[in-house]
């Protein structure tokens, strides 16, 4: 394994035995990442659909803070938001990451599931009403599986760059994956190295993330069929 090692590094620039060895401790900050993702993906769906809600509402005091919190965080890149609940807020490290990795993309999410309710029929509004649904309950049990499935895509961006954002949150010192890489590397005086594995797991991890998506957007739509 040594001599293989060897053969695979490339002085000056990358030493395979470190990045090899460098794993484990890598990993040890992927669970931290995943917990991030999960929580603040959940969230930021909620969110964002309460917000599309407010947007599509025709209650102007309703639609015009939504217009306007989707707007802001579209437009504020996501470690100013960090560190505006982090320095600013003086919030815990790690619910500042939480509400960062959350309100921003939900901004994005909001919009994701507009521009899919409105590719569906708006006569199925009407036709719910007139079967005796509530307004919430058409678009829970009528519009909402529909949207959804349009979204998925999208969706899976949004999940797709949440992930890759967590990475972010090492600059506030919570120890995900990145953290862990950026610990590695300084101990070692090895930055390229490090960060070309940290590079290599990340786009792994989203190449499962994006395999699972297919997965289910085969099953939902053969289902529909």
Not at 97 to 121: G, H, K, N, Q, W
Not at 126 to 144: C, E, K, N, Q
Not at 149 to 158: F, K
Not at 195 to 212: N, R
């Amino acid at each position: 394994m040594g001599d293989l090692l060897t053969q695979l590094s490339i002085p000056g620039f990358f030493d395979a035995k470190l990045a090899f060895d460098s794993i484990p401790t890598i990993l040890s900050g992927l669970p931290m990442s995943l917990f991030l993702l999960v929580v603040c993906f959940s969230l930021a769906n909620i969110l964002g659909f309460i917000l599309m809600l407010m947007r599509i509402s025709r209650i102007k005091f309703l639609q015009w803070p939504a217009r306007f919190y989707i707007s802001f965080f579209r437009g504020v890149p996501m470690l100013v938001v960090l560190f505006l609940t982090y320095f600013g807020l003086n919030l815990d490290a790690l619910p500042a990451a939480i509400t960062s990795l959350t309100i921003v993309p939900a901004a994005f999410v909001a919009e994701y599931y507009r521009s899919a309710f409105l590719a569906i029929d708006p006569g199925q509004m009407d036709a719910g009403l007139s079967l005796g649904f509530s307004y919430l309950g058409v678009v829970y049990h009528i519009l909402l599986p529909q949207a959804f499935r349009i979204a998925i895509p999208s969706l899976g961006n949004v999940l797709l760059d949440l992930f890759k954002g967590t990475s972010l949150v090492a600059m506030i010192t919570v120890s995900e994956m990145f953290m862990q890489a950026k610990i590695v590397a300084g101990a070692n005086q090895d930055y390229m190295t490090i960060y070309i594995v940290i590079a290599v797991i990340y786009w792994l991890v989203c190449c499962l993330m994006s395999f699972g998506q297919d997965l289910l957007e085969r099953h939902l739509n053969h289902n529909l069929v």
